[in-house]
């Protein structure tokens, strides 16, 4: 499992200290700030809170399903009908109720967390078959969804939060590589004609292979030496980052086939 039960209650903590900084930066704005742009095109301060609240509610039920043995889900409605409106406030809604109702689900998906023993991350939770959009997962894949949504979205909102932590790094990294190997069958918007192999070379930690040959995906661990059409090098946290569809924090050194290496955020398109 890439992603060890035992990490949830370390990672739940997480997500509270990140979601903690987050409020506190919100509040300090007032609303036509909150109105403000962040650093993803379209997406103002005010949708990254309406977006995180709804993650907070989502993954709060859908633990409480999974401890409950009931399939569960997301977007209930399903992600493209149901997504838009997640991402506005209510009908009447103000910035400001946005911000207080981002500050009540967390604090709810925290007592939820706060009630699973150690035995209740191994569970799996499952969606219902006509409503697929995850796939099944051990509970203890909800707390990194949610430390990836506010370690990220933090950092989107340019308000001079601190970078990502060690600990996500450390376990979103080994995670999302092991995702690419669904990644280019569950994202609408990947290029099927590009082919070729990356070696990911992370300077603070281990090295990756990522191939792609037809329809097929393969990613594993590997040595510095193995052969591989392009190299990416950089920290775990700028590996990460590209793979997030994030800038690096420090220029990524490229060797090899340059025009493979640029095309692997067209067959990996973040997040």
């Known amino acids: 499992m890439v992603t060890s039960p035992s990490r949830g209650p370390a990672l739940a903590k997480a997500v509270a200290d990140r979601t903690g900084e987050i409020v506190r930066a919100l509040r300090g704005l007032d609303e036509r700030e909150l109105r403000g742009p962040t ?4 997406w103002s301060r005010l949708t990254v809170a309406c977006h995180l609240r709804h993650g907070a509610k989502a993954l709060s039920r859908m633990a409480l399903d999974g401890l409950a ?9 399903g992600r493209e009908h149901e997504r838009p409106a997640t ?6 809604e103000t910035p400001l109720e946005v911000v ?10 925290q007592r939820v967390w706060g009630s699973l023993d150690a035995s209740d991350w191994e569970l799996t939770v499952r969606e219902p078959d006509d409503n697929p959009d995850l796939g099944p997962l051990p509970l203890v894949r909800l707390p990194l969804m949610r430390l990836t949504e506010v370690e990220v979205h933090g950092t989107d909102l340019g308000l001079g939060l601190n970078d990502w932590s060690s600990l996500f790094v450390d376990v979103a990294l080994p995670f999302r590589l092991d995702r ?22 992370a300077t603070d930690g281990p090295v990756y292979l990522v191939t792609v040959a037809g329809s097929e995906t393969c990613t ?5 030496n193995a052969s591989a059409s ?25 060797t090899g086939d340059q025009v493979v290496a640029a095309s692997f955020s067209q067959a990996f398109p973040g997040p």
């Not at 991402?87 to 009447?92: D, I, K, N, R």
């Not at 690419?180 to 069958?185: A, G, K, P, S, V």
């Not at 004609?193 to 990911?200: A, H, N, T």
């Open 39 to 42: 650093a993803l095109d379209g």
């Open 69 to 77: 043995g009931r399939p569960t889900y997301y977007y209930p409605a």
């Open 180 to 201: 690419l190997n669904m990644r280019r069958t569950n994202h609408r918007h990947v290029d099927g004609r590009v082919q070729g192999s990356w070696l990911l070379v």
């Open 87 to 92: 991402l506005a406030p209510s009908a009447g």
């Open 100 to 109: 207080d109702s981002l500050v009540a689900h967390s604090e709810q998906l």
């Open 230 to 254: 392009a190299v990416i090098e950089g920290t775990s946290r700028d590996l990460l980052a590209l793979l997030l569809g994030r800038p690096a924090a420090a220029p990524l050194k490229i």
């Open 220 to 224: 594993s661990t590997a040595d510095v």
